[in-house]
């Protein structure tokens, strides 16, 4: 009999297979992800179809509502919000995804490094983690940008150093639980090295939740930079960007105008229809993520 | 009378999109009269979890029933509301899991958690629940009962939890209990305290119960009556004695073959008449233990290994025993090189290895292998079979292109799988699949020596069984010697052909085979030999008469500060000299040796 009998025993297939799991969204998921691809496509092709330059003054008059010339009206200065909503999509999203890219890479390295190695280098590495955790973010981005003065740059990586402290701890917890399967002693007993145990034995199996992790920490990120720029200290005159567009036109809104309440829509769509999304992909990877969210 | 559960021409299916449904149950029919234990038997996937879940009405997720009827007292569960099924759930049927640690919650207490179905039901009240618990606790035989129901489940044993369980189905007093193989995961001495206590209660509730089990020994102590499961069929039904004694289907007396150890006095070997004396791998004097880093150098805290020696001889096999907590698979570990022993030498052909793993060289890597306990584990889900199996020949042999395609075939023709294996990932397999690829991936290394720790335990008999037949032909075909490691001493003395016996980290008995497992015995091995369930009727009652069995089981694997460390639980220990001073070993002229201080 052997293995045939056993081959042929009812609950051979495992349903959780990974080969061939497909992950289907909800129509809630589908509309997230449908705001989200536009959004995409507007920074990548928005400075081509906007109608005038991100700093053009075009009318003399502030505030001006909507008309053949301003498809939504014009700003304090008299320049196309339009325009400035197109040009300003790709500074917006561009800074926040190399910053979520560089907290990716400081936070998965050094958090997966202090799992597989432990002892004193974990204890090390986390415990400066959480000094950083414990200053308040904001906060911790003034000084930075007071030594340093605000250029895209420094902004990015200001960004991507405080956010890299929550993936960092993601990233420990995940390879933690990783680290301690039967696979890594045997990897270890093989006498692999540490790349390979890393790379091979761990990345691959805590990829899908720190994916799920990226959508989320991508949203934060976008919030933290639009308030930087709310506070003047990201984005600088006269790039356009959501956060600096909502604070420039904020005078507005005692007029009536309407100037700062469509970056505000901007933000606001962004980062709801990105929630969708990871909400609904983490759902279906059965709240695994949630409860190692930290 | 009505019978308490009347199973009809049960059908239960599994519906699939684009082909007819697969049928997990066919035709089952089954009656249980009150105060009857009837025992479901088969290996894994015969469907009798499936059938025990229908007297719950519950199906597993992507079933249904298709058809019969599952009567309890005469009234049909599978036509019934959701509401009144929620109504006999827990308070008429009581459902016991496998595992016991998994089924308790760690945050509350244990009385709460036995008291609350008879609470909810509205049942008893919580006082009466409480004192209704406490008598369990009583008659389930569990230490301090007035006080146990406000501890925590993690501050009682393994052993313990089991028996808590019972508690937990009981205290609601149902009519049906289904017990899912509640003694599968334990060590055999505690087994029989788990299954004392079950048999007891059970007699003297006069509850019926279901108990799924594929292992026919426990079946010969507690069932009245057996069905015997294939495929979703029943194969043969019959009062235990017949099915035991004498029975009828030819797949019965293949499980029963796959339970009875061909022999269990080594006297079936004679493999190798003239092996090399020299040792392929000797363990000397080796110290081993957990946490030294934090005390300071030299001072290890949990000492684990108390100066083990021990030498395998080529194609030989040497099985180690002891129950959880002896220090099996930290054996392992420490010849492995995963954890430095203290003091002490771990020799390769006479050439001594480094004690860590990153000091030792490639090849001395690639002839120690370890094949790891549990396969679901042991196998990185996101690799297929074929990387996890290349990954040691190219590392190890720099096999590349071809030469390895060939190689990874070849190996899975040896463990006896499909090659077209090699595309699939690790869920994709069965249990028993997985853990010959486990030992596929170990033998890619071409060793000289395979570590294997606990292989079989978590596979059932049959499946098992076929391990260990593949494990004897790779030792006739390849020469590979063998450290065995197992709780289990029937499957150790069918394999081996010497054995270590382990207790708390000292070697107690060792020699070969047929020696260790005739007497003198040491009492600690003794213990061993005689609470492996006999596939006899009527073996638990016995046993349980023998004053030197008693002391011996329900107590847990502990560490003495000095004297012998089995003196807490042996029949035979002498307060003042068993207690105190070096344990004299005892050695006779065939290599077989006992540490105890009497002479036996």
């Known amino acids: 009999m052997k293995q045939t009998s056993e081959a042929k025993t009812v609950g051979d297939s495992n349903p959780d297979a990974p080969a061939g799991k497909r992950i289907k969204l909800s129509w809630v998921g589908k509309l997230g992800l449908f705001i989200v691809i536009f959004w995409m496509v507007i920074a990548l092709i928005g400075p081509y179809i906007a109608p005038y330059h991100e700093a053009e003054l075009i009318a003399d008059d502030s505030y001006l509502p909507a008309s053949s010339q301003f498809l939504i009206g014009s700003d304090y200065l008299g320049r196309d919000i339009l325009s400035r909503i197109l040009w300003g999509t790709r500074t917006t999203i561009g800074i926040s995804l190399a910053a979520t890219l560089l907290a990716y890479f400081t936070g998965i390295t050094l958090g997966i490094a202090a799992a597989a190695r432990g002892g004193w280098t974990d204890m090390g590495l986390s415990r400066v983690n959480d000094v950083f955790l414990a200053l308040p973010n904001i906060m911790l981005a003034l000084i930075v940008i007071a030594a340093f003065g605000s250029s895209i740059p420094i902004l990015i990586a200001t960004a991507g150093l405080v956010y890299s402290c929550g993936v960092f701890r993601v990233a420990r917890a995940l390879a933690q639980e990783i680290s301690v399967e039967s696979y890594v002693t045997a990897a270890k007993a093989r006498g692999e090295g540490s790349w390979w145990i890393i790379t091979r034995e761990i990345l691959p199996n805590i990829m899908m939740p720190l994916a799920t992790d990226f959508g989320f920490r991508l949203v934060f990120i976008i919030l933290f930079i639009s308030s930087l720029s709310f506070l003047g200290l990201g984005v600088q005159p006269p790039t356009a960007d959501w956060g600096s567009m909502v604070r420039e036109n904020m005078q507005g809104l005692s007029y009536g105008s309407w100037a700062a309440v469509w970056p505000a829509i901007a933000i606001a769509t962004l980062t709801i229809s990105l929630n969708l999304v990871v909400d609904d992909i983490s759902a279906q990877s059965g709240g695994e993520l949630a409860k190692k969210m930290i | 009378m009505t019978a308490v559960l009347h199973i009809h021409n049960l059908e239960i299916e599994a519906p699939q999109t684009d082909r007819r449904p697969l049928r997990i149950v066919k035709d089952v029919s089954l009656k249980i009269q009150k105060g009857e234990v009837v025992a ?57 899991a496998q595992s016991a640690a998994a089924t308790f919650n760690p945050a509350l207490t244990i009385g709460e958690q036995v008291t609350e179905s008879a609470v909810i039901h509205g049942v008893l009240s919580p006082a009466e629940a409480e004192k209704r618990a406490e008598e369990l606790f009583y008659a389930l035989e569990l230490p301090d009962p007035e006080r146990l129901g406000r501890r925590y489940p993690h501050q009682v044993s393994g052993g313990q939890l089991q028996r808590l369980m019972a508690a937990m189905a009981l205290c609601a007093k149902p009519d049906l209990m289904i017990l899912d193989e509640p003694t599968t995961a334990l060590d055999v001495t505690t087994q029989i305290e788990v299954l004392k206590a079950f048999k007891k209660v059970i007699r003297e509730e006069g509850a019926a119960a279901v108990y799924v089990t594929h292992d026919l020994a426990v079946v010969a102590q507690i069932a009245d009556q057996v069905t015997v499961l294939y495929n979703g069929e029943v194969q043969e039904h019959g009062p235990v004695a017949q099915i035991i ?64 020696s021990l030498k395998v001889q080529r194609a030989h096999v040497v099985g180690v025993v002891g129950e959880s907590g002896c220090g099996k698979s930290t054996l392992v570990n420490v010849i492995a090189g995963l954890l430095p022993a203290v003091s002490g030498d771990i020799l390769l052909d006479g050439q001594r290895l480094a004690p860590f793993l990153k000091q030792r060289c490639l090849s001395e890597l690639r002839r120690v292998q370890i094949v790891f306990q549990m396969a679901d584990t042991a196998l990185n889900p996101r690799q297929r079979i ?69 292989v079989i335990s978590s596979l059932d008999a049959i499946v098992g069984a076929n391990v260990i037949q593949l494990l004897k032909a790779l030792r006739r075909k390849t020469g590979v010697s063998f450290v065995f490691i197992s709780h289990d001493l029937s499957t150790v003395a069918d394999f081996s052909d010497e054995i270590v016996v382990l207790y708390a980290g000292h070697v107690v008995e060792q020699g070969p085979v047929h020696r260790v497992l005739s007497p003198p015995f040491h ?72 540490a105890c201080h009497h002479s036996l």
């Not at chain 2, 349980?544 to 807490?568: H, K, P, Y």
């Open chain 2, 40 to 96: 479901l038997i088969g290996e894994s996937g015969s469907g009798k979890t499936t059938i025990a879940l229908s007297a719950l009405a519950y199906c597993k997720p992507g079933l249904r029933f298709s058809g019969g009827e599952v009567l309890l007292n005469g009234r049909n569960l599978l036509r019934m509301a959701a509401q009144e099924i929620r109504g006999i759930r827990g308070r008429r049927v009581a459902y016991l």
């Open chain 2, 245 to 308: 004694d004498n029975p009828a289907h030819e797949y019965t007396r293949r499980l029963m073959e796959a339970a009875r150890p061909s022999s269990m006095t080594g006297k079936s070997k004679g493999l190798h008449a003239n092996p090399d004396p020299d040792p392929v791998i000797e363990v000397k004097n080796v110290s081993a233990a957990y946490g030294h880093g934090l005390v300071g150098p030299g001072k290890p805290k949990n000492k684990i290994l108390h100066h083990v």
């Open chain 2, 386 to 454: 074929k990387q996890i199996l290349g990954r040691p020949l190219t590392f190890y042999l720099g096999l590349h292109g071809v030469q390895k395609q060939n190689r990874i075939a070849a190996l899975l023709d040896m463990v006896e799988l499909p090659r077209a294996f090699s595309d699939r990932f690790p869920p994709e397999l069965s249990g028993g699949q997985k853990q010959r690829i486990n030992l596929a991936r170990a033998l890619a290394a071409d060793p000289d020596v395979l570590l294997c720790d606990e």
């Open chain 2, 523 to 594: 009492p600690y091995t003794r213990l061993l030999v005689s609470s492996i369930p006999e596939l006899r009727v009527g073996w638990l009652d016995k046993i349980l008469q023998n004053q030197d069995m008693t002391s011996g089981i329900g107590l847990t694997v502990e560490t003495a500060a000095q004297g012998c460390a089995f003196f807490r639980r042996c029949p035979l220990a002498v307060d003042g000299t068993c207690s105190r001073g070096e344990v004299p070993i005892q050695t006779y002229p065939d290599g077989h040796l006992i």
